[in-house]
């Protein structure tokens, strides 16, 4: 017998050490919820479930924003949706003014409210705010030095937990200067004596037209000959049925017609081809002397006439339903852009919630306690610790024996 070294007084003592070891991390995991609370619990389980709750905060983030990117779409299309039928009521005042029952003062009348209504299209466009954005106003075409520019205010929706993941959504200038100016691309365009002066700028953006299949050239040519053919039969010139014109790659005009056209008569023959040149991509500034003066996009509205008495009145005012109809067409595309872009707002929402769902439960498995297994992990190790406590109390006891051997 020994007493220097009490290895059973040991054993238990290593055992109950074990034990409450193990008792002490089955309570906080219990307490905790979390299978692994450090990286000792199991280093690999750590670093990927840690990866997916990256992913997982980037997917939550990414359905609110993609939220707030169908608030401001929203925001937009609503904006519009009053555009939209102050578009369709200066239609039907267009078309009123062109009924031969209007005078002058009439006219007047009519062309105050479709000024009036201009002013208010300008109003909201440029009032339409979200979170300070103005994705409608006619600075969404300028840079932050407020210079204007080519590109149109680009608003990056970030809608997933990734980099490439964005949406792009332009802004529009949705004033009734930046309506007109969108879609009045072939314009500048001149009558002399000897012709017509078609600025490259127009020609190229009439080529363009044609390309994209929104300007059809054989029609062009139709239009265009027309347009001679009935100005020299006005103007009382014989034989204007041999007119042809024709469009070159370039965007220029080739003429066939009744021989030299002079003096005046020369005059409003070209000007009927400028004219009808400058309509070929569906909008034109209107005559009459208020048009000449005006640049705030109005100058394409103007129903009233100057006071030359070679003015149409009604083709003027015809000319404005066309220019408000392409108008309507315009913002009716954009509208068209913005709720595309919605739909599939709501789909990305939809698909990146399932995703975080998803992912959500492969991090759970890899990281939360199971609770039924761990409660019995737990009984079985406070059994084992109460028992090695016990054991540890009667190995001390073993000793006891030599105090007989002292006596």
Same mark, same amino acid.
């Given at each position: ?238 034989? #204007? ?7 070159? $790659?370039?965007?220029?005009? +080739?003429?066939?017609? &009744?021989? /030299?056209? %002079? !003096? ?111 409660? #019995? ?7 084992? $610790?109460?028992?090695?406590? +016990?054991?540890?109390? &009667?190995? /001390?006891? %073993? !000793? ?8």
């Amino acid at each position: 017998m020994v007493i220097q070294h009490n290895i059973p007084a040991t054993n238990a003592y290593r055992n109950l050490t074990s034990n409450r070891s193990g008792l002490s991390k089955n309570l906080e995991k219990l307490s905790s919820g979390f299978r692994i609370n450090r990286a000792a619990d199991d280093a690999a389980g750590l670093a990927i479930s840690e990866a997916m709750r990256s992913k997982i905060n980037g997917l939550d983030q990414a359905t609110a924003n993609a939220n707030d990117a169908i608030g401001l779409i929203q925001t937009e299309e609503g904006a519009l949706t009053e555009t939209h039928s102050m578009l369709q009521r200066m239609t039907t005042l267009a078309t009123q003014a062109a009924n031969g029952t209007y005078n002058s003062t009439s006219r007047a009348s009519i062309q105050k409210e479709m000024d009036e209504l201009g002013n208010e299209i300008d109003r909201i466009a440029n009032n339409t705010d979200y979170n300070g954005i103005k994705p409608l106003a006619r600075d969404s075409n300028k840079t932050l030095d407020g210079e204007n520019n080519s590109e149109k205010l680009n608003m990056t929706m970030q809608i997933g937990p990734t980099k490439g993941e964005v949406l792009d959504l332009k802004g529009q200038d949705m004033t009734l200067k930046g309506i007109f100016n969108d879609l009045d691309k072939v314009n500048g365009v001149t009558a002399t004596s000897t012709g017509v002066s078609v600025p490259t700028t127009a020609g190229s953006q009439l080529v363009k037209l044609i390309s994209d299949k929104k300007v059809d050239k054989t029609q062009a040519e139709k239009d265009l000959t027309n347009a001679v053919r009935d100005a020299m039969n006005r103007v009382g010139i014989k034989g #204007a049925t041999s007119v042809s014109i024709s469009l070159s $790659s370039t965007g220029t005009i +080739s003429y066939i017609g &009744q021989g /030299n056209i %002079t !003096g005046s008569k020369a005059i409003a023959v070209y000007n009927a081809l400028a004219d009808a040149y400058d309509a070929l991509d569906g909008v034109q500034k209107s005559k009459g002397s208020p048009a000449d003066t005006l640049t705030d996009g109005k100058e394409y509205i103007q129903i009233t006439s100057s006071s030359s008495a070679n003015d149409d009145v009604t083709a003027n005012a015809n000319r404005v339903v066309k220019n408000i109809q392409s108008a309507i067409d315009h913002v009716s595309s954009y509208r068209a852009e913005l709720g595309a872009k919605q739909n599939r707002l709501e789909h990305t929402i939809n698909n990146l919630q399932v995703t975080s769902e998803n992912t959500t439960a492969a991090e759970s498995r890899i990281r939360d306690t199971d609770m039924a297994k761990e409660m #019995a992990a737990y009984t079985k190790n406070n059994i084992l $610790s109460q028992a090695a406590q +016990s054991m540890l109390a &009667q190995a /001390n006891q %073993t !000793g006891q024996g030599v105090l007989s051997l002292l006596q």
